[in-house]
């Protein structure tokens, strides 16, 4: 999708797109057997994966908004604005429902008690084909050397990769040319909404973007740096990467 129009976000080429645009992409390059890479960027994935930016710039992967905070710095530092926003909870559902029949799941990542929920949420709600699973604890730390092979034993369609920012983007990032799956998704904490370790905030928050004020009145501990000193360096880093563009 690196034809389509961007939006550079503190050097973060984001893709300004739809859900169902989207969708057709994915399940077309499927179709195609091309490898894409898929991230879904938050002001948190923009300071913790500022790292790897060289890494992302590559044409297979397809990084696109996720939250207000983007929408902000799009109208700030770009006076653009995104399409629509993009998150995985709500788009992983409708890319499977668009597919032509079940896929090949793994899905790697969060906790040993909620990872057989979210795997039962796959199968029975998604009525996806689930070919393996790998926790993001103890599973990731006894089955790591060998786990890009056991995933392309299982032959899987997607992986879906669920260990938060930026552990799971530097595991795909370093992965991803081995692993045969035509997609892989990074999709943070998909797995504790599936698992129903974390509820979705009330359809009416969800349609004043304020989800994120949700989520912080029910985890203030995790979250309160995310939301302040986070959200600091996340402008900062636009304002770096706008200035240094405007000398060019």
Same mark, same amino acid.
């Given at each position: 999708?690196?034809t389509? /129009?961007t939006i550079p976000?503190?050097?973060?080429?984001? *893709?300004?797109?739809?859900?169902?645009?989207?969708a057709?992409?994915?399940?077309?390059?499927?179709? $195609?057997?091309?490898k894409?890479t $898929?991230?879904f960027?938050n002001? +948190?994935?923009?300071?913790?994966?500022?790292? !790897?930016?060289?890494?992302?710039?590559n044409s297979?992967v397809t990084?696109?908004n996720?939250?207000?905070?983007?929408d902000?710095a @799009?109208?700030l530092?770009?006076?653009?604005?995104?399409k629509?926003? $993009? +998150?995985?909870?709500?788009?992983i559902?409708?890319?499977?429902?668009?597919?032509?029949?079940? /896929?090949?799941?793994?899905?790697?990542g969060?906790?040993?008690?909620?990872?057989?929920?979210?795997l039962?949420?796959?199968?029975?709600? !998604?009525?996806?084909? &689930?070919?393996g699973?790998?926790?993001?604890?103890?599973?990731?730390?006894q089955r790591?050397?060998?786990l890009?092979?056991?995933?392309?034993?299982?032959?899987?369609?997607?992986v879906?990769?669920?260990?938060?920012?930026?552990l799971q983007?530097?595991?795909?990032?370093?992965?991803?040319?081995?692993?045969d799956?035509? &997609?892989?998704?990074?999709?943070? @904490?998909?797995?504790?909404f599936?698992?129903g370790y974390?509820?979705?905030?009330?359809?009416l *928050?969800?349609?004043?973007? $304020?989800?994120?004020?949700?989520?912080?009145c029910?985890?203030?501990?995790?979250?309160?740096?995310?939301?302040? *000193?986070?959200?600091?360096?996340?402008?900062?880093l636009?304002? /770096?990467?706008?200035?240094?563009? @405007?000398?060019?």
């Amino acid at each position: 999708m690196n034809t389509k /129009k961007t939006i550079p976000i503190a050097g973060f080429p984001i *893709v300004t797109t739809t859900s169902p645009v989207l969708a057709r992409y994915l399940l077309y390059a499927m179709w $195609l057997n091309k490898k894409i890479t $898929l991230f879904f960027a938050n002001t +948190n994935f923009i300071v913790q994966c500022n790292h !790897l930016l060289d890494k992302m710039k590559n044409s297979s992967v397809t990084i696109v908004n996720d939250g207000v905070g983007m929408d902000i710095a @799009a109208f700030l530092f770009r006076r653009h604005a995104f399409k629509e926003n $993009l +998150n995985g909870t709500d788009f992983i559902p409708q890319l499977l429902s668009g597919a032509d029949g079940p /896929k090949r799941v793994f899905m790697v990542g969060g906790k040993p008690e909620i990872l057989p929920k979210a795997l039962e949420h796959m199968r029975t709600t !998604l009525k996806q084909t &689930v070919v393996g699973s790998c926790d993001g604890y103890a599973g990731m730390k006894q089955r790591r050397a060998g786990l890009v092979e056991e995933i392309n034993r299982a032959q899987a369609d997607i992986v879906l990769v669920a260990l938060g920012n930026p552990l799971q983007e530097e595991w795909i990032l370093a992965n991803r040319q081995a692993l045969d799956a035509k &997609v892989v998704i990074g999709v943070g @904490a998909l797995f504790d909404f599936w698992g129903g370790y974390k509820p979705r905030a009330p359809q009416l *928050v969800q349609k004043m973007r $304020l989800e994120w004020l949700y989520r912080l009145c029910l985890e203030p501990r995790r979250l309160l740096r995310r939301y302040t *000193v986070d959200i600091l360096k996340f402008l900062l880093l636009c304002r /770096k990467y706008d200035s240094r563009n @405007a000398k060019t």
